[in-house]
């Protein structure tokens, strides 16, 4: 669904010189993570590249293949297996959100947080999708089509929008 798509990138970074590549998989400064919701990077994703020498100074066309989520298209992104699947909370009242209050020598506190039964959705999935398991969402392969401009220098990032992963959280 549109309402929680967010502009998503992928960035490539170059790397000249050696047939040696940078950084293996799980190594640190591989992905993108942010702690900040409205920051979009946690969608990024960080493909490296090794160019030879005379590809980085005359440039080119590179074809790469990443994995990435994409919005289930069984469910269009809901979890559920159809929308007879998906009830209000009974917790929250389909608010997303509940009040604790207690009193206090100096008065009533209240506290509102996002309601535990259905983690702030204020709904509740009763059968989930078979195609995502309930995520909302399905690992895809997809090939992407990368500029190289002429002259790029060691270490230059290239960005790509549009060929990050989808989060139905955003």
Known sequence: KQDF???MEVEISVHMGSNKFFGDSMGPGRFHYSSNVKDNR???IRYD?????EESILGGKREISISRHETCGACHGS???S???I???TQCRGQGRSMKSQRTPFGIVSQISSCLNCDGSGKIITEHCPS???SGKVQVERSIQVDIPGGIEDGSAIR???GGSVDKQR
């Open 132 to 134: 995502c398991d309930g």
């Open 49 to 53: 590249l090794l160019l030879p020498f």
């Open 160 to 162: 790509i929008t549009g």
């Open 83 to 85: 929308s007879n699947s």
């Open 79 to 81: 979890g559920a297996k």
């Open 87 to 89: 009830t209000e909370c």
């Open 42 to 44: 946690a969608l990024d």
């Open 5 to 7: 798509m967010q502009i």
